[in-house]
């Protein structure tokens, strides 16, 4: 799937937008721009208080900020979300946060937010009762939808409007753009059949759950998802039989299925015909990976053409420097070496196939 | 000698006789036809031979190790714990009716299979795991069956409306019961791990889960058969039980025991399957009439092609598997009230 | 056979029985009379073991057979099933009815006269077959000491006759030892050596026949009228009450 242009809400909101601020980042000026509802937000100054009903949005806000001193208060489930992956050590202040704005999703707990008296709050549109309790209390809410990849790109865009920070967020959409460009150039002349066949696999039970259509396209890394077909559904449960007819070459664990590891596969009885698991190709996604809204989501998509594809890498620059430049980029913090092997999940993946040698 | 050798060559005798010998040609027929359905691609005929290397090994194998993989490891132990899961659940159904003196009662409307689920479930949340989770759901499966027959004996009689009652009122309790524990147990670790033994399926049943199907239904389903006899004389009454000399509490305890161990077993294995217990045995009390020397075996049989046949359509009727309770409660539900609807309308609220 | 004791039996907090005490001799016929509720099963249960006494005692040596007063299964048990079930002190607890079993369950049956209803579904027989089918199944347990509860109470003279008959039979030939309570005073005549007559809780009469079995304490008993009648052709007597206020 490839993004073509802004859809006609972001073009709306693009032109508002650069309308009404000037050049120069960080403008006192008043800003209007519309959420992901069509609603028009209007901000007099930068907020200082944001309330996040999920865990992307403050990740999104650092990356366009440098700092997450706006960030007051974020939902329960985002804490697990921190604490499991690299972000507890990237942003450790997240883990300080107050988690009780909502209960176990995203419902509001509109006292515990009253109390954090935020400027404005972040919350998902795809269920009104979400925001109604909110803006019934008189809050601003900047409302954000979900799940595409161009949702993703408006999320930057969103933050940028409502910092102030703009030149940010087109940064970071460059880089983006300039990735997946690059992948689109190493795999130009490969025909489906060619891509590697995968399943993503996120968890194991009685039965197999895959996904089946989601919003990663598997043709910048060269592959293609077995699973996929025209439902629509993101996810299909399947049992051991239909894993063997698929017969993947190779098997991908999502960031966020944290349990689930690649030794669950090679030590399954039942999968053991297939050739992903004798072959070991079975890879845990790194901690980029973990949420599919954060500004370096990009990343899974060469990680993962270098792992189906890895001859196609041999004389490009390591993955090291890339992963690096991009959390430089983004998150304006070194990372060590140390850190770089925590994020590529060396440990889980260190008896796959040729792992060590792509990454160690 | 004469009276006695025409009725041990009665019509009633032969005809059980001839309707057991149907049903295990039945099955085995049947289960020849399950092991050969599935995604996964091989000839019928190959099936067949693959389960045959077992007993003697072939020269020149027709088949890749894959597809032996298929029939050996995933199809073969799914369609044992189906067979033996079926019969226990009935034999179990039935030792409740006699017992209870109902023909309405199935372990899953009596509470059993909620407090056995509740007994696992807090294990799991206090010890984690192992044989204790076993152990405890036996327990309270034995504890609702009591808790059951107390709240509905007055004065030794129980009518139908208060034993469907109690059974009602006990597993509304054990599901609260049940939630109760979730809500306390740690969500990472505790809360998964229950939520998967509750849910558990036949599908993906290895040798060792079938070990422990085995354990849990054949012995019990033995002794079961062996008070046959006397779940006869407990279907008069307790009164007439007793006064005709039978041990009752005896029969009581072994029945309660046994019947729990095997819904503990099977829902460790295989989670929440009920209404087998209520419609296997009405259909066999059909075929072979109430004596349980002769209803117990029929029911076996005609659990085990019973549950095989849900089974299969679990597996093989959508594209994700569909859980075999629900078929089970789609089926059995509206029998109950069909059977409900029949046994009021002729003798009316009260009987006994 | 039966020693009462000093019995007394309460339920539900309502006293029943208030010092019954009364002895029943190898191959006695005891018929027992009372008006209704006045505590005839209770007693009977406690003799039988279903009931437990507040005081006293209830106790009998030898085995038990007991008819119910009214009885209908659940499931549809043939007639040799439900006598076969009479075996129940024979056959282990772990066991099943053997060919000795089926051979003595048809033995009573046919003694019964309902030999030829053996395969026929109990719950469809009438009730003075039902009755003969209960016996036959108390026989089959091979007890001293048969207990029916109001064996007659719901039959037509002709079923009455021949239960009737087979008592004084098994009583004649087996020196079966029989208590059982009705409310037909002439069955007492017919079969009983003795009589317990219940007034209420705390009195009652109870000896030979031709001693307490009078129209005068039937009377007081009844609070009716009774008188004794003697047939036209002499010899036996019947009793039979006169409704008049």
């Known amino acids: 799937m490839v993004d073509v242009g802004l859809r006609s809400r972001g073009r709306w909101a693009a032109a508002i937008g650069t309308a009404l601020l000037s050049a120069a980042p960080a403008a006192q000026a008043e800003v209007n721009f519309l959420d992901h509802r069509g609603k028009l937000i209007t901000l007099e100054a930068p907020p200082q208080r944001i309330v996040s009903m999920f865990a992307s949005g403050p990740l999104v806000h650092y990356a366009i900020d440098g700092h997450s001193d706006r960030i007051v208060g974020v939902n329960k489930k985002a804490q697990a979300m921190y604490e499991g992956s690299f972000y507890a050590q990237l942003i450790p202040e997240f883990l300080k946060l107050n988690m009780n704005v909502a209960g176990e999703g995203f419902a509001p707990n509109v006292e515990a937010i009253l109390e954090l008296k935020p400027d404005v709050v972040l919350q998902w549109v795809f269920d009104p009762k979400l925001i109604e309790p909110l803006e019934g209390v008189g809050l601003k809410v900047i409302g954000w939808d979900c799940c595409t990849n161009q949702h993703r790109r408006e999320y930057l865009q969103l933050a940028g409007y409502t910092t102030g920070r703009v030149d940010r967020a087109q940064t970071i959409l460059q880089k983006q753009d300039a990735s997946n460009e690059a992948l689109r150039k190493v795999f130009a002349d490969l025909k489906t059949e060619q891509t590697v066949g995968i399943l993503v696999v996120d968890e194991i039970k009685d039965s197999f759950r895959v996904i089946a259509n989601s919003s990663q396209d598997y043709s910048l890394s060269g592959a293609r998802n077995l699973a996929a077909d025209d439902t629509g559904e993101w996810w299909r449960t399947v049992d051991a039989e239909q894993l063997l007819v698929w017969n993947p070459a190779i098997i991908v664990i999502p960031a966020y299925a944290s349990e689930l590891k690649p030794a669950d596969f090679y030590g399954n009885a039942v999968l053991a015909n297939l050739d992903a698991v004798k072959n070991k190709r079975v890879y845990k996604f790194p901690h980029f990976n973990r949420s599919p809204d954060a500004a370096e989501i990009y990343l899974s998509d060469e990680w993962l053409a270098r792992v189906a594809n890895p001859a196609h890498f041999s004389s490009a620059g390591k993955f090291h420097d890339t992963l690096k430049e991009s959390y430089k980029l983004i998150y304006q913090k070194d990372i060590t070496d140390e850190q770089i092997r925590f994020i590529l999940e060396l440990e889980q993946n260190k008896d796959s196939a040729g792992y060590v040698d792509l990454f160690g | ?352 | 056979m039966i020693d009462v004791a000093d019995l007394s039996v309460t339920l539900s907090d309502k006293p029943i029985l208030e010092n019954y005490s009364l002895s029943v001799g190898q191959g006695d016929v005891l018929a027992i009379l009372g008006a209704n509720g006045v505590g005839k099963t209770t007693l009977l249960n406690c003799i039988v073991g279903l009931a437990r006494p507040s005081s006293g005692s209830a106790t009998s040596r030898g085995r038990i057979g007991y008819v119910p007063q009214l009885f209908h299964s659940t499931f549809a048990f043939s007639v040799l099933d439900i006598v076969l079930m009479g075996r129940a002190r024979h056959v282990g607890l772990f066991g099943s009815p053997r060919r000795l079993d089926y051979e003595i369950a048809q033995k009573y049956l046919d003694q019964m006269k309902v030999g030829h209803l053996r395969d026929r579904p109990f719950n469809e027989l009438s009730g003075g077959q039902r009755q003969l089918v209960m016996i036959a199944q108390a026989l089959s347990s091979e007890c001293e000491i048969l207990i029916l509860d109001e064996p007659c109470s719901a039959l037509d003279y002709k079923n009455q006759s021949i239960v009737i008959d087979t008592l004084r039979a098994l009583n004649d030939s087996m020196g079966l030892t029989i208590v059982f309570s009705t409310h037909a005073p002439q069955h007492g005549l017919e079969v009983a050596s003795h009589v317990l007559l219940m007034k209420d809780r705390r009195r009652y009469d109870h000896g030979c026949v031709d001693d307490v079995l009078t129209a005068g304490n039937l009377s007081s008993l009844y609070d009716v009228a009774i008188a004794k009648a003697a047939f036209a052709d002499g010899g036996k007597f019947t009793f039979a009450p006169y409704f008049e206020r």
């Open chain 2, 1 to 352: 000698m004469t009276h006695a050798t025409i009725a041990v060559l009665s019509g009633t005798r032969l005809r059980t006789w001839a309707i057991v010998a149907l049903l295990s040609v039945v099955l085995v027929v049947f289960a020849t036809y399950s092991i050969t359905l599935g995604r996964y691609d091989i000839a019928v005929v190959d099936v067949w031979r693959i389960v045959w290397d077992n007993v003697v090994p072939a020269e020149a194998p027709t088949w890749t190790p894959v597809q032996a993989d298929v029939v050996e490891v995933i199809r073969l132990p799914r369609i044992l714990a189906a067979l033996l899961i079926g019969a226990g659940l009935a034999i179990s159904g039935a030792a409740l009716q006699g017992l209870f003196r109902n023909p309405l009662v199935d372990p899953i409307n009596i509470g059993v299979t909620a407090g056995a689920g509740f007994g696992g479930t807090l294990a799991i949340l206090m010890v984690g795991g192992g044989y204790p989770v076993l152990a405890a759901a036996f327990a309270c499966g034995i504890g609702s069956l009591l808790v059951v027959r107390g709240l509905a004996s007055v004065k030794g009689r129980t009518s139908t409306l208060t034993l469907v009652l109690a059974g009602v009122i006990v597993t509304a309790f054990f599901e609260s019961a049940i939630s109760i524990v979730k809500l306390l147990a740690d969500p990472h670790q505790k809360l998964p791990a229950i939520t998967y033994w509750l849910m558990g399926s036949i599908a993906a049943t290895n040798y060792s889960d079938l070990v422990l199907i085995a354990v849990a239904i054949v012995p019990p389903s033995i002794v079961i058969f062996l008070l046959r006899y006397q779940i006869n004389i407990l279907s008069l009454g307790e009164d007439k039980a007793r006064a005709l000399g039978s041990p009752i509490e005896i029969v009581q305890w072994t029945i309660f025991a046994a019947v729990s161990f095997i819904s503990a077993g099977v829902v460790a294995t295989s989670g929440i399957i009920g209404w087998v217990g209520l419609v296997i045995p009405h259909v066999a009390r059909t075929l072979v009439g109430p004596d349980h020397g002769r209803l117990l075996p029929v029911s076996a049989l005609l659990g085990a092609i019973y549950l095989l046949l849900v089974d299969d359509i679990a597996r093989t009727a959508t594209v994700a598997e569909l859980p075999i309770g629900i078929i089970t409660s789609l089926i059995g539900v509206p029998v109950f009230a069909i059977i409900l609807r029949r046994t009021q309308s002729r003798s009316g609220w009260t009987h006994d």
